[in-house]
């Protein structure tokens, strides 16, 4: 017996693109009908990713000291959240945290700079960073994340070697001033269609719950796949103490999982990647996620930590996935969670320290 959501998954493989009604009953879809929604979204992502997690790693290279207002960020304008502050890394110290998340498992560096929108003495800094990381590790795919784009910079980006441009629009449009009054919804757009123009592989995205309806969050997702994202970060809002949104907690673990689904549904065969947000709360279903979404994160995030990153490559090999890029060998196997010996309990019944309840 197949569910409503099956047939709409035959007919997205069919070439179908879904409705606006159809994004809404996936996000709606009641809790009994969750893992039906999951398999059928993972149809998708079979069929256009396999068993495939693209891994990828951030490096901040300049952290808070923004002066946009954006209403979720915890480096904004007069965020009073106690992150990490400081101007750009110097290009050897850009290399060797790119060299870290490589040694770990990434194939795609994500090279982040806070503000509006670089300086052309800024894009020459990337640039320069850029040919040395490529220098040291030829096959590195680099996404750049600096902000709104002026005139030539994305063309200049792309003959340094840049191979993607990530610029979210964060939310739908009709919600983007309630969140956001510094620069405007079509600033987003217009940097994500000047790196495409360029040659870069369009990386946009959206933050979810942020106070926006369902009907707002399929706007976002339409329109993400009438812009041509190639990939699409799904974040989850993190409420920095410090921040307008402090507090804002609209998240449970399953509309997450139907948010992720309901962005593979409308764009079937783009890059979904799980990201900043989904420890807090997809929590102990962030591996059902991975059934829907085809790219994660390794490690921390721009100014919050994430799991340690042999957490997240166990979480990948545990639900059947493997990551793309990885040389296959035996230490990806099942041995790796063997030769642990259990710990081993000195607490609860038989001691004087509370029991683990």
Not at 79 to 108: C, N
Not at 117 to 124: L, N, Q
Not at 235 to 247: A, C, K, S, V, W
Request: charged share 25%; with cysteine.
């Amino acid at each position: 017996m197949t569910s409503r959501f099956d047939d709409l998954a035959d007919t997205v493989l069919a070439g179908t693109p879904v409705t606006e009604e159809h994004a809404l009953d996936v996000l709606r879809a009641s809790d009994d009908e969750l893992l039906d929604v999951v398999a059928a979204a993972a149809r998708l992502r079979r069929k256009h990713f396999g068993n495939t997690v693209k891994v990828n790693y951030l490096v901040n290279l300049k952290s808070g000291l923004c002066p946009e207002d954006c209403h979720y960020c915890s480096q904004r304008l007069g965020s009073q959240a106690d992150i990490l502050k400081y101007t750009w890394l110097k290009p050897d110290e850009a290399v060797e945290q790119a060299a870290a998340g490589l040694r770990g498992g990434a194939t795609r560096i994500c090279m982040v700079s806070s503000g509006r929108g670089p300086t052309d003495r800024d894009v020459e800094r990337v640039a320069g960073m850029v040919g040395a990381l490529k220098a040291e590790h030829p096959g590195v795919e680099v996404c750049a994340c600096l902000g709104l784009l002026k005139d030539g910079q994305a063309q200049r980006l792309r003959a340094a070697g840049v191979d993607a441009y990530n610029h979210n629009v964060n939310t739908a449009q009709s919600h983007h001033d309630q969140i956001v009054t510094s620069h405007a919804y079509a600033d987003r757009v217009e940097t994500v269609t000047r790196a495409k123009a360029a040659g870069l592989s369009p990386c946009s995205g959206l933050i979810a719950g942020l106070g926006e309806s369902d009907e707002q969050l399929v706007e976002a997702l339409l329109a993400l796949r009438d812009l041509g994202s190639d990939s699409i970060p799904v974040n989850f809002l993190m409420p920095f103490d410090g921040t307008p949104l402090e507090g804002t907690w609209e998240l449970t673990p399953g509309r997450c999982l139907r948010i992720l689904a309901m962005a593979r549904f409308v764009c079937p065969d783009k890059e979904i990647r799980v990201a900043g947000g989904r420890e807090m709360h997809l929590r102990s279903l962030q591996g059902l996620a991975l059934h829907v979404a085809n790219s994660i994160f390794l490690g921390d995030y721009l100014t919050s930590e994430g799991q340690a990153a042999e957490a997240d490559l166990e979480l990948i090999r545990d639900h059947g996935f493997v990551v793309l890029g990885a040389t296959p060998s035996a230490e990806t196997g099942p041995a790796t969670a063997s030769g642990h010996d259990p710990a081993k309990r000195r607490r609860g019944a038989g001691t004087d320290v509370p029991a683990n309840a």
